[in-house]
């Protein structure tokens, strides 16, 4: 699965992908910091030297087991010469490469495995390298962020089927239909979401009529690790046959005392 994004570095776009666990940078964009209509000029330079055919062909034999050494080695030895010209597409073919990608089109250009590209860039610019490494780390660190908070939302969710199964088990009767039994599986999410939240759903929509799903879709990472306890820990409550309210209070104290926990957890973090 190919994911694709834009970083900006010194007001130029650079495109970056991701295919499995490789993280590819576009160096055509690259080049346009050194020469911005005719950048695919400046790659084609960068491959003659055989410093980059050396450090290509090492990355390869690191990383990629299906590469053609053979091909690798007749490159290296032409490299430097006047008459030698090498294309990233060439490279590919013809050494069955994974550092580079040649994609072709409008929207196309050299895409190269991370560190490659790193190379490239300091090779253009040493002020520019450090300027994309700096904001391509920012990109990483969002990316981990909202995996962070994906990884959560999933746990919520499973959490919330424990949940719900306490509810059917312990409070709602045999021959209720489905209209009211709903009715009582919302009030006991209502009671997660007042201890915590400090609303109910509909409070809740009613205040944010523009949003698009609910409350719980906005919340906090250490929103969603609370929620999560807490839905346990109710559907422990219930099979234990504590009334609603008293368990409302309960979980409202718990919500409280962990969630000053973890902030504290996170600003200790942040201060290190």
Known sequence: MMKTQEINVKETAIRTMKIGDIDYICITDI??????????????????????????????YLNNPSFNPIEFEGFKHQAGLNAFTLSPSRWIDATNAI???????????????RDIAF???NWVSVEFEL?????????K?????????????????INYHIHTDAIRSNL?????????????YAEEADVLNVALFGITAKEWREANPNKKGN????????????????????????????PQRERLLKLNKIAIQQMTILEEVGNRKLLK
Not at 131 to 139: A, D, M, N, T, V
Not at 141 to 157: I, N, T
């Open 119 to 121: 190379k490239f860039a």
């Open 172 to 184: 709602i009767p045999d021959e209720i239909d489905t209209y009211h039994s709903s009715i009582i």
């Open 131 to 139: 300027y994309l490494i700096k904001e391509f780390q920012r990109l």
């Open 141 to 157: 660190e969002e990316e981990q962020k909202a995996l962070g908070w994906s990884a959560k939302r999933e746990l919520s969710k």
């Open 215 to 242: 409350m719980r879709d906005y919340a906090t990472i250490n929103q969603l690790i609370c929620l999560s306890n807490m839905e346990n820990l109710n559907a422990v409550f219930i099979n234990e046959g504590i």
């Open 99 to 113: 550092g580079l990608i040649s994609k072709s089109g409008r929207y196309g250009g050299t895409f190269a495995q």
């Open 31 to 60: 080049a346009k910091q050194k020469n911005r209509l005719e950048p695919n000029a400046v790659v084609g330079n960068w491959m003659r030297n055989r410093n980059t055919i050396e450090y290509l062909g090492l990355w390869e």
